[in-house]
């Protein structure tokens, strides 16, 4: 399936890609409710953070979302490192999501593979909405290139340890990207450009778990979208 891309400068590009998440989670409502997965990361923060506040907050039923995580570090949620604390104070604190309603991967826990097994049996098939970001290695959520996670056909979450610190985490694994409903990828930063480049443009070939999203809608700003040829 063809990707979207959407090119904008900062802050542009965060409205536009929270309108399209806007629009895949009321799709999705349309339906009965919303699954969403968020990835941590410094870069989707401002997107989150234009849902807490008027029209957007007021744009969605969050009585009929489920939070879900793509990735999770293996550290206490109130630590600095923690997406979900990243993602609770610049999201969850400030909507009416019911608490249960929201699942925070337990990478903490001394047994990560009990944790992995228990989220995988949480996690929906497929999610209606994954969003994503990427590193400059190419990596998504935590599938780091050559690790074993980017191989992984069966488990739908895994403990990993990754060169990005902190190293141990949780993640979600190919197949849950490969049957997510919408995929949304925000990206900024020349440093990101060339994995950008060779998920939408390269080799078919999978070398880069970012290859993964490929089909996704991308919001991507000027220096992330530098090296793609068809702009
Ligand atoms: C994480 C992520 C990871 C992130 C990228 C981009 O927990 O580290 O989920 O996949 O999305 O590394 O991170 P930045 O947005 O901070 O560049």
């Known amino acids: 399936m063809e990707h979207q891309l959407f090119v904008r400068e900062v802050p542009e590009l965060y409205r536009a890609a929270a309108k399209w998440i806007r629009g895949a989670i009321n799709t999705a409502i349309d339906r009965g409710s919303c699954s969403i997965a968020l990835s941590g990361g410094a870069?989707?923060?401002p997107?989150?953070?234009?849902?807490?506040?008027?029209?957007?907050?007021?744009?969605?039923?969050?009585?009929?979302?489920?939070?879900?995580?793509?990735?999770?570090?293996?550290?206490?949620?109130?630590d600095a490192d923690s997406n979900y604390r990243a993602v609770h104070e610049s999201?969850?604190?400030?909507?009416?999501?019911?608490?249960?309603?929201?699942?925070?991967?337990?990478?903490?826990r001394e047994d990560i593979e009990a944790a992995a097994l228990e989220y995988?049996?949480?996690?929906?098939?497929?999610?209606?909405?994954?969003?994503?970001?990427?590193?400059?290695?190419?990596?998504?959520?935590?599938?780091?290139?050559?690790?074993?996670?980017?191989?992984?056909?069966?488990?739908?979450?895994?403990?990993?340890?990754?060169?990005?610190?902190?190293?141990?985490?949780?993640?979600?694994?190919?197949?849950?990207?490969?049957?997510?409903?919408?995929?949304?990828?925000?990206?900024t930063g020349k440093e990101k450009a060339r994995a950008v480049a060779r998920a939408l443009e390269g080799p078919g070939a999978l070398e880069l778990p970012i290859q993964l999203a490929s089909r996704g809608a991308w919001f991507l700003d000027p220096d992330a979208a530098a090296l793609l040829r068809k702009g």
């Open 43 to 45: 870069t989707p923060l």
């Open 120 to 187: 995988e049996h949480l996690l929906p098939k497929p999610l209606d909405v994954l969003v994503l970001g990427l590193g400059a290695d190419g990596h998504t959520a935590s599938i780091f290139p050559d690790s074993d996670a980017l191989l992984a056909t069966g488990p739908h979450v895994m403990p990993v340890v990754g060169p990005k610190p902190p190293p141990r985490r949780l993640t979600i694994t190919p197949p849950v990207i490969e049957t997510a409903r919408q995929i949304v990828v925000i990206a």
């Open 47 to 78: 997107v989150y953070a234009l849902f807490a506040q008027p029209p957007l907050k007021d744009q969605i039923d969050w009585l009929k979302v489920h939070v879900y995580f793509a990735d999770e570090r293996a550290v206490p949620p109130l």
């Open 91 to 108: 999201l969850l604190a400030h909507v009416p999501i019911p608490s249960g309603q929201i699942h925070r991967m337990e990478a903490e």
